[in-house]
Structures are given as C-alpha cells and as structure tokens.
C-alpha cells in the first residue's frame, strides 16, 4: 500500500482555493524533496510540482507547493473546470530505497 | 519537443512474460534515467524501478525484484522494461518517465510515456 497519506477527495466552486495535504515520515517527506503530478482522466500523469515548490514550465502559477516536516500541500487557487483531476504525491523514501506515492486525491469542480 | 512513445497493449495469459517499449526522442537519451511506473485499473501509482541509459545500473522496486528486468538501447533511445511469471494482478497501464539526471531515481518524473495496457488472463 502507499506510504504517503493524502486525503481521497477534495472540491471546490471555480475561483475557490483547494489544498490538498500529503502525510509522510522522517524517511520520506523528512529527508526529501515532494513532486506533485496531476491526472487528467483517462492520461498519463503531467509533473506539476517539482523540488517541493517549483513549477515546470507551462504550469500555471494557480499551482503552488510547499513542505513542513513530514507533510508537504499542494494549493490550487482559482480552480477551473479544467482541474478536474486526481492528484499525486511523491517522493524518494530512503527506508525502503524506493520511490512512494500518495494515495491520490480526486478533485471535483462543484 | 521531449516525447516518450511507448508500445501498444498486450494481453498475456498467467506465468507468461511481456515486454514494454519506450522510444524517448527529443534529447539526449544518456543524459537522463528512465523509471517505470504501473496503475491497477481504478487504482493508484506504484514505482517499479529506475535505469540509468547512462551507464544500465538498475534499482527495483522490492515487491517486483527478481520478476523485472529494466533495459535500454542507446542506439535507438528505448527503454525496455520486462515483466515475467505474470500474475491477473499485474493487469495495470505500465507508464515509462524520464528521470533527471543519471546517478540515480530520487528526482522527478517529466515527461511520461502515454502508458501501455497489459492485462493478464487466462
């Protein structure tokens, strides 16, 4: 199962602001840096966040990130009908040697 | 521009193999790792591994160890990725993603493969 922890859902009204959380360990989240990637329904996953905070080049800056400890957040401000999406936690979990994701979360643009 | 093109789906029957390509275009393939990744219908992300097409060192996802094997062509800029004793809950997409750098698959995944269905039945 996943090692890092996010919450199923999430929604909001379009120009609302969604965050979406992603619970980790000192082995993970503690001691790494958080990618983000969305999914669009029926495609592949698109990096959205990378290095905790960053954004790659074409993602909006609606798009922000950011790390505490073991948990890291993505926010999504003035969402959209096109950010209808399930969304992905990541990072490098020095316990395991492996690479972990979150359980995703789905979001609904009410 | 960047792009991973992968091979189309297959449909496997228990204990058979199946082995997945990933043409990268767009840079230089040894400058970067490549990782795969698998979804379960309905289900979320699992890293399998990572290569370097640097240099070919591999590092599996415990679960899959000894069953994966992570491979590349530099001469075409492809990856492969084998599965073999294929079991009904290996039916998943199987995404291949350019990892940078060549030291190892701490960092991130961009671009992806558009994703390879295998479904395993008898």
């Known amino acids: 199962q996943s090692v890092l922890t996010q919450p199923p859902s999430a929604s909001g009204t379009p120009g609302q602001r969604v965050t979406i959380s992603c619970s980790g360990s000192s082995s993970n989240i503690g001691s790494n840096t958080v990618n983000w990637y969305q999914q669009l329904p029926g495609t592949a996953p698109k990096l959205l966040i990378y290095?905790?905070?960053q954004r790659p080049s074409g993602v909006p800056d609606r798009f922000s990130g950011s790390k505490s400890g073991t948990s890291a957040s993505l926010a999504i401000s003035g969402l959209q009908s096109e950010d209808e999406a399930d969304y992905y936690c990541?990072?490098?979990?020095?316990?395991?040697?492996?690479?972990?994701f979150g359980t995703g979360t789905k979001v609904t643009v009410l | 521009q960047v792009q991973l093109v992968q091979s189309g789906a297959e449909v496997k029957k228990p204990g058979a193999s199946v082995k997945v390509s990933c043409k990268a275009s767009g840079y230089t393939f040894t400058s970067y790792g490549i990782s795969w990744v698998r979804q379960a219908p309905g289900q979320g992300l699992e890293w399998m591994g990572w290569?370097?097409?640097?240099?070919?060192?591999?590092n599996y996802a415990q679960k899959l160890q000894g069953r994966v094997t992570m491979t590349t062509d530099t001469s075409t800029s492809t990856a492969y990725m084998e599965l073999r004793s294929l079991r009904s809950d290996d039916t998943a997409v199987y995404y291949c993603?350019?990892?940078?750098?060549?030291?190892?698959?701490?960092?991130?995944?961009?671009?992806w493969g558009q994703g390879t269905l295998v479904t395993v039945s008898s």
């Open positions: 990541a990072a490098w979990d020095d316990s395991l040697s492996e690479k972990v």
């Open positions: 290569i370097s097409a640097y240099n070919g060192n591999t």
């Open positions: 993603a350019r990892v940078k750098g060549v030291a190892g698959p701490r960092r991130w995944f961009d671009p």
């Open positions: 290095s905790n905070n």
